[in-house]
């Protein structure tokens, strides 16, 4: 019989059950070794030859074929019947049969219809029915995974291999055994199947993992399938980490387990501050270690920000993972640095900046000052600040000291830190110029050095701060490129440090820069040949230096100046320039910055913005 061929079945009949009871009956009375009984069947014989009658009964009914009684050709003479006592030959009592034509004498000749054909040597007659038997193939088991799950089940289990099938009108239906435990397998194509694990309080050992077509021949694929309880996870330490990962983070808790395949034992970090106004990111695994029942071991995974906070879920199995808890929850910090590096020697009241992301997560968090240890002053997200100067130093005592942060267990050094004596400055000049630009500034004063590892010099003009550099003995040079307008009668107020951090005014007291800027520029475009009033809408242009106004339509290699006529604090106009020099090979639509100034042009008094002039024919 071929693979996936269906044969039909026959049932048997009412009538074959005679049958059957009347051949066991005859070969009861064969026996008996009666000599009577033989001889009455031998006398039966003769009667019925001599009479030519029939003496088999036909056997009537809806499923059995009919039995005939042997009739004699008219070829063959009749002999007359012999005594059992003058019997020299055996003589053969008539037998029915159970195989091809059963039930009927031998070399029967009739003009009945041909009886139903069986195969030979069938025992029994059967009759014709819808039922039929679907033969397939044993299914074949290369793969099982996962190979662990909790003892409360219900674990997906994938199966590959070949062979599998479901053929629901057969009764060929996927099943899976785990130990002694039967569940109905789900059937994903001929070479996959699903199972979902059953319950199972057995952990002590692997238990075998069959496979079956119709619920009754299973197949050992050769794997086997562990249960453990599911662990309980209580916290973590430590609760925050480095954001480039490689903090060894345990997890604590119970019921933790040893048996399972160490591949499929992991810690899933899942993002969770990825709500609206935050980037989604997609979850990250790390090996987990088993140091024992109540401690389990992972390292954290890079690819996350500082500031960003995780939950951190178990697996066993690859497949089951613990719930997220709020108490679960790793934060990743990063710390960017400290600043500023120098600061002035009496500076009590100053505090060092700890610039980074996630600050606000630790469990301790120490300021290293000068071999010493001391609290920080706050702490916030994205900064941590720090004493600048220790409470019994010396506010003349300069030099360097060493600078770090304890945060949570970890040390991070940032190098020396160095005091020096405090800068005074007296005068700024020029007391104006450019919002926008590159003015420059120049500051006298005392104290002014860069010989120290740390120096910053810096000035700051309102909340803008710029560059400086030592120029003289007792001269900073400083440029702020953008800073904010003022209204008609305020100025910017000017500070100065060497550190850009450790602000001081004037000697004497405040002093203030006033700036001045374009806001808008109508109209913007004119024709080559110039005279086209151009109105500039801004502020600064104040009457004191009104006098000295001037624009300038070009860049510093290739322009024109003309003479500015100042109407207010906020207007003024100038008239452009008549046959502006094009540079070789330039259209006449050509478009040019256009700048204002008041100042010297030793100071580099023009506003550098965005705002243009366009020359057409």
């Known amino acids: 019989m ?225 249960y453990y309880n599911e662990p309980v996870l209580a916290s973590l330490s430590p609760q925050s980490g480095n954001y480039l990962g490689g903090s060894e983070l345990y997890i604590k808790g119970s019921q933790f387990s040893n048996i399972t395949d160490p591949s499929s034992v992991k810690c899933k970090f899942t993002f969770k501050n990825g709500t609206t106004g935050f980037r989604a990111t997609l979850p990250k695994f790390m090996p987990a270690f088993f140091i024992d029942a109540n401690t389990m071991l992972c390292m954290t995974p890079n690819g996350f920000k500082g500031g960003d906070k995780v939950y951190v879920q178990l697996t066993f199995n690859d497949m089951d993972f613990s719930p997220q808890q709020e108490n679960l929850v790793f934060s990743y910090y990063a710390i960017f640095g400290s600043f500023p590096h120098s600061g002035p020697a009496n500076g009590f009241n100053e505090v060092i900046l700890v610039k980074g992301a996630g600050l606000d997560v630790a469990n301790v968090t120490i300021c290293h000052l000068n071999k010493t240890d001391v609290a920080p ?29 304890n945060f949570d267990g970890t040390f991070n050094d940032f190098g020396q830190f160095y005091y020096y004596t405090q800068i005074e400055f007296g005068a700024i000049e020029p007391t104006f110029g450019p919002s926008e630009g590159e003015g420059e500034i120049f500051f006298t004063g005392d104290n002014f050095r860069e010989d120290f590892q740390g120096v910053e010099i810096g000035c700051k003009l309102g909340d803008s701060v710029g560059q400086g550099q030592i120029v003289g003995p007792n001269t900073i040079k400083c440029v702020v490129e953008q800073m904010a307008l003022v209204e008609e009668g305020e100025g910017l107020l000017v500070q100065l440090a060497l550190n850009s951090y450790s602000w001081t005014g004037g000697r004497s007291g405040d002093v203030v820069y006033s700036p001045y800027g374009i806001l808008s520029v109508q109209p913007n475009s004119g024709p080559y040949e110039g005279f086209t009033d151009v109105q500039i809408v801004g502020k600064g242009f104040n009457g004191e230096y009104a006098d000295r106004g001037r624009c300038r339509f070009g860049t510093e290699t290739n322009y024109a100046i003309v003479d500015a006529q100042v109407l207010d604090y906020s207007k003024l106009i100038c008239r452009s320039p008549e046959e502006f020099a094009l540079p070789e090979g330039a259209s006449h639509l050509y478009s040019v910055p256009i700048g204002i100034a008041f100042g010297d042009d030793e100071f580099k008094p023009y506003t550098l913005g965005t705002h243009r002039f366009r020359f057409y024919p």
């Open 2 to 226: 071929s693979v996936g061929q269906v044969i039909e079945l026959n049932i048997v009949g009412e009538q074959g059950t005679r049958l059957l009871q009347d051949e066991a009956s005859a070969a009861t009375a064969e026996k008996s070794d009666s000599t009577e009984a033989k001889a009455m069947d031998a006398i039966l014989i003769t009667n019925s030859t001599e009479s030519n009658s029939t003496v088999a009964e036909e056997v009537t009914g809806p499923t059995v074929t009919s039995i005939q009684a042997q009739e004699p050709t008219a070829t063959e003479p009749v002999k007359p019947a012999e005594h059992p006592a003058n019997k020299t030959a055996s003589v053969e009592t008539p037998k029915i049969s159970a195989g091809v034509n059963a039930g009927e004498l031998v070399a029967a000749s009739h003009s009945k219809p041909a009886p139903k054909v069986g195969t030979p040597g069938d025992r029994y007659i059967f009759t014709e029915s819808p039922v039929e038997y679907y033969y397939y193939h044993q299914p074949i088991v290369k793969k099982v995974q996962p190979t662990q799950g909790l003892t409360r089940g219900d674990t997906p289990i994938e199966i590959s291999g070949a062979w599998f099938d479901l053929k629901l009108d057969y009764g060929v239906i996927p099943y899976c055994m785990i130990g002694d435990k039967v569940t109905r397998a789900q059937f994903v194509s001929t070479v996959r199947l699903v199972c979902y694990s059953p319950p199972n309080d057995n952990v002590l050992a692997a238990l075998p993992v069959k496979v079956s077509l119709n619920g009754v021949d299973f197949v050992d694929s050769g794997f086997t399938f562990s």
């Open 377 to 405: 002053v706050s702490i916030a997200e994205n900064v941590i600040q720090c004493p600048m100067v220790l409470a019994n130093k010396d506010p003349t005592a300069i030099g360097y000291v060493d600078f770090g942060l």
